[in-house]
Each structure stands twice: as structure tokens, then as C-alpha cells.
């Protein structure tokens, strides 16, 4: 395998497996996290379709790249989830309880009768 290919590619997971961004991050910070990974990803497809003999352009591996913005989403409530769960679990946040209580017309069985005649 060419050696440029091993090492976009080695580029890539490197990325991929290197620290997370912290929370609170500025959308600066997420902006720049992000495109070091598009960039890393879009130069090992590169470098894979110079490598299987397609002519590709780097521009339009950017330009025409794609991800679902659920997946963005789902990302980001899993990780305030987590976020709210290991403060529960440490002590930081509370955990309010309330009290459900129905009405009669909410019990799907009719009131017990009365003790009273």
C-alpha cells in the first residue's frame, strides 16, 4: 500500500481517537475540531481514490461530503445526558421528586363507597 495512503489514514484515526473537545467549548474551538477531522478524513479519501485510480478532487471530496444532521443531534443529547447522569451520580445536581398525584376522573376504576350511611 502507498505510503501516503497509510499515513492520511493513520492522520485520521489519530483524530478520531484524540481527545474530546471539553464542555463548554467555544464555538470557535468546535468549529476548528471539526475541520481538522473533514480535513483528515477528506484527504484519506483522497489518497484511497488515487489509490484505486480515481481522479478526485480535493475541493469537491469537501464540497460535496455528508453527514445527517441527526447524527450531530443524537451526539449532542447523548452527551448532555451523560453530562446530567455523572453529576447526579457525583453529588453535583439534585434530583427533584414530585409527587404525582391524579384526580378521580384520571382512575380508570370508580370511587371505593363511602363509609358514611
Same mark, same amino acid.
Not at 33 to 54: C, K, P, Q, S, T
Not at 84 to 96: H, V, Y
Given at each position: 500500500m502507498p505510503r501516503r495512503l497509510i499515513t492520511s489514514y493513520k492522520k485520521y484515526i489519530d483524530n478520531l481517537g484524540g481527545p474530546a473537545l471539553p464542555p463548554g467549548s467555544t464555538n470557535e474551538a468546535i468549529r476548528h475540531f471539526? @475541520?481538522? %477531522?473533514?480535513?483528515?478524513?477528506?484527504?484519506?479519501?483522497f489518497e484511497?481514490?488515487?489509490?484505486?485510480?480515481?481522479?478526485? @478532487?480535493? %475541493?469537491e471530496l469537501a464540497k460535496y461530503s455528508y453527514a445527517p444532521q441527526a447524527w450531530g443531534n443524537i451526539e449532542a443529547e447523548q452527551n448532555g445526558l451523560r453530562q446530567l447522569a455523572l453529576e447526579l451520580l457525583q453529588g453535583k445536581r439534585p434530583m427533584p421528586i414530585t409527587p404525582l398525584q391524579r384526580g378521580p376522573?384520571?382512575?380508570k376504576f370508580p370511587p371505593p363507597p363511602s363509609a358514611s350511611r
Amino acid at each position: 500500500m502507498p505510503r501516503r495512503l497509510i499515513t492520511s489514514y493513520k492522520k485520521y484515526i489519530d483524530n478520531l481517537g484524540g481527545p474530546a473537545l471539553p464542555p463548554g467549548s467555544t464555538n470557535e474551538a468546535i468549529r476548528h475540531f471539526v @475541520d481538522e %477531522r473533514d480535513d483528515a478524513f477528506n484527504e484519506m479519501m483522497f489518497e484511497i481514490g488515487r489509490h484505486l485510480g480515481f481522479a478526485l @478532487d480535493k %475541493r469537491e471530496l469537501a464540497k460535496y461530503s455528508y453527514a445527517p444532521q441527526a447524527w450531530g443531534n443524537i451526539e449532542a443529547e447523548q452527551n448532555g445526558l451523560r453530562q446530567l447522569a455523572l453529576e447526579l451520580l457525583q453529588g453535583k445536581r439534585p434530583m427533584p421528586i414530585t409527587p404525582l398525584q391524579r384526580g378521580p376522573s384520571a382512575n380508570k376504576f370508580p370511587p371505593p363507597p363511602s363509609a358514611s350511611r
